[in-house]
Nanobody, 118 residues
Framework: QVQLVESGGGLVQPGGSLRLSCAASGIILRLYDMDWYRQAPGKQRELVAGISSGGSTNYADSVKGRFTISRDNAKNLVYLQMTSLKPEDTAVYSC????????????WGQGTQVTVST
């Protein structure tokens, strides 16, 4: 059974930092492209950052220079290091694993809440 479990969310003041983790089980992580998404109340889910199976990364313009995505395939973990956090970063952050095997295959975690507030 495939599971993606996010952790590391919480309440942080503006300008602070958090590191989110996504622990994968039931899949060989190195075969998958991994993304972090977020969804704020009343807003559509948006792609925050992605890292390919080969290690290439991409970021939403709103987080470039502040967030860093990385992966540790040996530990089946994906990270999202978030710095210089802003109130508008407040959202539920979820990780997604996907690959193309003839047909697209994808899995989602449950998400972790990040709240940036004084």
């Amino acid at each position: 059974q495939v599971q993606l479990v996010e952790s590391g969310g919480g309440l942080v003041q503006p300008g602070g930092s958090l590191r989110l983790s996504c622990a994968a089980s039931g899949i060989i992580l190195r075969l998958y492209d991994m993304d972090w998404y977020r969804q704020a109340p009343g807003k559509q889910r948006e792609l925050v950052a992605g890292i390919s199976s080969g290690g290439s990364t991409n970021y939403a313009d709103s987080v470039k220079g502040r967030f860093t995505i990385s992966r540790d395939n040996a530990k089946n973990l994906v990270y999202l290091q978030m710095t210089s956090l802003k109130p508008e970063d407040t959202a539920v952050y979820s990780c997604n694993a996907h690959r193309q095997v003839g047909r697209p295959v994808g899995y989602w975690g449950q998400g972790t809440q990040v709240t940036v507030s004084t």
